[in-house]
């Protein structure tokens, strides 16, 4: 008895070891791994977006039946209004997945900073968002006669969906601990990520209509800085906004 | 193991736990019981590092809490009516995620112990969103003992399943503690109780209203015991 507490006694002391050598990219990329190994089993969140975002260019393109270069002009806010609602849905269900069946807690009980858990859904998020505009920009190019794959534009896309996601991961872990979380996300996310979501249309806008990158680099100048402010702040921030 | 002293935790104006103190020894299996809102459930979130007291002290295997909760967490199994489990996931993968999450070398090696440990080796491919309830809570035990805590904490472990997978869950639980682990579950089911745990604590308006060994409440008795317990 003696002798298999002290075997117990030291599998554990060894146990402590291993825990210390959670790293910190080591839990992250756990958690990207998770949802992404998850979400492509299910295609729940995924699908979900792609259909609202297919619907909503649709119906947009339906309604402005407007000539070859006023289609040109209003691109970059369809494309962008398209993104951030799309993106709402996204948010909410990747947090939802967390919270019904007590994951979260999960989460929060695994010895690392926690800090890891916002980083590993922020990067889940942008994933899932990113696939989703990896599909939505050839359907666009081809509806509205516009060609989109223009390194420049590729990047703002880029910029944009990092701020939006940065923010958008923390707000949908404080929204997802009510019970109108559906509609408080966008209620607390599109007045934050205004500033983004306007450097972005400025930008887009702007290397759509063959501006040089110069001409908008004060936009992508703004959209960089906005992502490095809103994922700091959710860093600082996300530890008391998942503890009750 | 465990130590508690004059905890409080308040929601707005409304005061849950009211000074409560409380001890565990390395090794005791105790039962927290109470009625509805008693605080049990708040009580355990604490000592899991999921809440933070607003007053009062809780030192957990030598670390303050919140100051320490990662070395705390890195001591703790957590199991409670949840399964805290991803229902897209197969067991197995569910169970290598929260292994590399506890940093858990020769994962693969951990995992197929659990996994017959709780009696699901064959099942290990299977998503769990296909498994019964019984199933899921075996599994959410194989999920909290994976990192080999010192110190496992129940919260209704029992809530929601059938007598069956409750008999099943008997085993798990007498598997667990029987490991050396210090335990500490919360439940309604006084007769479960009394089969598994070595003391009862009487969790009443947020103390501990009484608390006593399982020689000082002979068999059949805890009834009896529980009942002066609230009247006190």
């Known amino acids: ?244 | 193991m465990i130590t508690v002293k004059k905890l409080v935790k308040r929601f707005g104006l409304k005061t849950v736990l009211r000074g409560m103190d409380f001890e565990v020894k390395p090794g005791e299996f105790v039962a927290l019981l109470g009625p509805n809102g008693a605080g049990k459930t708040t009580f355990l979130r604490i000592l899991a590092s999921l809440s933070r007291p607003s007053l009062g002290e809780v030192n957990i295997a030598g670390f303050k809490l919140p100051n320490e909760a990662a070395q705390v967490r890195a001591r703790l199994g957590v199991v409670s009516h949840l399964p805290l489990l991803y229902g897209d996931l197969t067991a197995e993968e569910n169970l290598r995620f929260y292994a590399r999450m506890y940093g858990i070398t020769n994962a693969q090696l951990r995992i197929t112990e659990v996994l017959r440990m709780i009696g699901l080796e064959n099942r290990r491919r299977d998503l769990v969103r296909t498994y019964s309830r019984g199933m899921q809570q075996r599994l959410a035990i194989g999920r909290a003992v994976l990192h080999d805590p010192e110190i496992m904490l129940f919260d209704e472990p029992y809530t929601g399943l059938d007598q069956d997978a409750s008999s099943m869950l008997d085993d798990v639980l007498k598997t667990v503690a029987a490991q050396g682990r210090t335990v500490v579950m919360t439940s309604h089911d006084l007769a479960r109780a009394e089969e598994l745990a070595t003391r009862f604590d009487i969790l009443s308006r947020g103390v501990i209203a009484d608390s006593a060994t399982r020689r000082q409440v002979k068999k059949s008795n805890l009834l009896e015991f529980y009942k002066q317990a609230l009247a006190g």
């Open chain 1, 1 to 244: 008895m003696a002798k298999q507490k002290t075997i117990d006694n030291r599998q554990r002391a060894i146990g402590d070891e291993r825990q210390s050598s959670a790293s910190f990219i080591q839990a992250i990329g756990a958690i990207v791994w998770k949802d992404l190994r998850a979400e492509f089993r299910s295609w729940e969140l995924i699908s979900s977006m792609l259909v609202f975002s297919l619907l909503v260019i649709l119906i947009f393109n339906f309604a402005l039946e407007l000539d070859v270069k006023t289609r040109q002009s209003v691109t970059a806010g369809v494309l962008w209004a398209t993104f951030a609602f799309a993106g709402t849905l996204g948010l909410n269900r990747s947090m939802a997945i967390e919270k019904d069946r007590g994951c979260l807690d999960g989460l929060l009980l695994a010895p690392v900073d926690r800090s890891v858990i916002y980083f590993g859904k922020f990067f889940s998020n942008l994933a899932f968002m990113l696939i989703v505009e990896a599909i939505v920009l050839p359907v666009y190019s081809v509806l509205y006669n516009t060609n989109l794959f223009q390194p420049g534009l590729l990047l703002v896309i880029l910029l944009g969906s990092i701020g939006y996601t940065s923010i958008g991961t923390l707000l949908a872990a404080m929204s997802v601990q009510t019970r109108t979380r559906d509609i408080l996300l966008p209620i607390l996310l599109f007045p934050v990520v205004f500033a983004v979501l306007l450097a972005a249309v400025k930008a887009s806008g702007g290397l759509l209509d063959n501006s040089t990158f110069a001409d908008v680099s004060f936009s992508i100048n703004l959209l960089i800085a906005y992502d490095v402010i809103f994922v700091a702040a959710s860093f600082m921030l996300f530890d008391s906004i998942v503890e009750e």
